[in-house]
């Protein structure tokens, strides 16, 4: 530009640049330590790219890692995606993903272009409950009001900031009990034909509605650097009574909550009979034949709802899912594991029924098990007596289903987990 072929005459303005941003940029061609300022960067950055100076852009991606801290996330995600840096945007996408609750929070958020937005809503890794995804694209969309000088309490205000961005919202991972509380507090938000779709995504899996995103989010949790799994051990070493408990109805139940997020990968069972004298050789050490035993096997998010009203308000809400099923074969020469295809994100403000199916009526043996268990970390698992109705959307019926679980006994015998590093 000053004496090359393309020599230009007279002063050369710049017209995409700060002066303090070009300042900073010129360190690259004078001095053998540049210094780089986060309000610069992506100005400097500009100009690397802009001129082909790669020294400038490799050291711009470089600080821009460096200086990552959760406040300022959703810039350096920002950043990445201008300049096309994969590794900062997976790095980024990362950080997002495992502390939402941080980052829906940070300034960096509240402050972030709708591309941003837009690409945090497309993350299927988010690990956090979908009502605190919906809680901050409200808390963005208020933010983004009150810089364009409008009133940021008008509902319309703030449905317009979001646009279709509203329809990345996985309103279908909800309970109903979380949406009505944001449909209350949000109803101009929501127009009728949407509110019909969101209550149908929630109350069946198959419901597919014309424009909001149907997929269920699955959290990527990362592993614990001390372990790689959690065994929650049901056995009660100090009871060695062993006892003979008939199935009901062909069918077993477990019903779990657990204190934290976690991820459950695999399920163990205790031996399955096919009658009782099969059973009664077993406990007595005897040899007993060897059979496989085919079963259907559902996991179930159990809605946090009562209906009061139906056998003596013994009825679990209709919002209750299938989440995981798959036909397993079962042993009673030895414990089955039941290794899941695709591991199940347990919250910890739900309860989870697993449910094993058979065609036949058995029996099996078992050692006392614990109500509680206490495991590493800090990870409580409890398991929950109950005998109650519940209601099950199945395609475009619902049917009505019966839980009846004790603590002390049951089919399965261990659960496998995965817990996100704090």
């Known amino acids: 530009m000053f004496y090359g072929p393309a020599k230009q005459e007279g002063d050369i303005p710049i017209v995409d640049s700060t ?27 500009n100009l690397g790219k802009q001129y082909m100076v790669d020294d400038c852009c490799m050291a711009s991606s470089n600080f821009s890692e460096e200086t990552l801290t959760l406040d300022n996330m959703c810039w350096g995600f920002e950043l990445a995606i201008l300049f096309e840096q994969d590794r900062l945007m997976k790095l980024c996408e990362q950080k997002i993903s495992e502390n939402p609750k941080e ?11 709708s591309n941003v937005l837009a690409r945090i809503l497309q993350l299927e890794s988010l690990n956090c409950d979908e009502s605190m995804v919906f809680d901050g694209c409200v808390a963005w969309a208020k933010a983004a009001c009150i810089q364009k000088g409008l009133d940021e309490t008008n509902m319309q205000n703030l449905r317009n900031q979001l646009g279709d961005l509203f329809y990345e919202i996985r309103f279908g991972d909800m309970t109903a009990e979380k949406f009505f509380m944001r449909y209350r507090a949000y109803e101009k938000m929501f127009s009728t034909e949407e509110c019909k779709d969101i209550f149908g995504m929630i109350a069946s899996m198959d419901y597919q509605p014309p424009k909001f995103n149907r997929n269920a989010r699955m959290a990527v949790l990362k592993l614990n650097k001390n372990t790689d799994q959690l065994i929650c051990d049901r056995i009660d070493p100090t009871c060695l009574d062993h006892k003979i408990y008939p199935f009901q109805n062909s069918r077993d139940d477990t019903v779990f909550s657990s204190n934290c997020a976690l991820l459950l990968k695999a399920i163990q069972c205790n031996e399955l009979f096919h009658s009782e004298f099969e059973c009664n050789k077993s406990t007595s050490n005897a040899a007993h034949s060897t059979n496989t035993i085919p079963a259907e096997m559902n996991v179930i998010e159990l809605s946090n709802e009562r209906c009061n009203g139906e056998r003596n308000g013994r009825y679990i809400g209709n919002n209750n899912k299938i989440i995981y099923d798959a036909q397993v074969i079962l042993h009673s020469s030895h414990g089955t594991i039941v290794h899941l295809s695709t591991p199940i994100v347990i919250r910890p403000d739900l309860k989870y029924n697993i449910t094993f199916k058979f065609n036949f009526d058995g029996c099996y043996t078992l050692m006392t098990m ?5 495991m590493e970390q800090g990870v409580e698992i409890e398991f929950h007596k109950m005998n109650a109705w519940y209601h099950l959307s199945q395609g475009n019926s619902i049917r009505s289903n019966r839980i009846r679980t004790t603590v002390d006994q049951g089919l399965v015998k261990q659960l496998i987990f995965v817990k996100s590093e704090e």
């Open 19 to 45: 002066p303090e941003a070009f300042k900073e940029f010129l360190q690259f061609f004078y001095l053998g330590t540049v210094k780089l300022t986060a309000d610069n960067v992506a100005d400097v950055w």
């Open 103 to 113: 980052i829906f929070k940070s300034n960096g958020f509240l402050t972030c272009g």
């Open 370 to 374: 614990k109500p509680k268990v206490q």
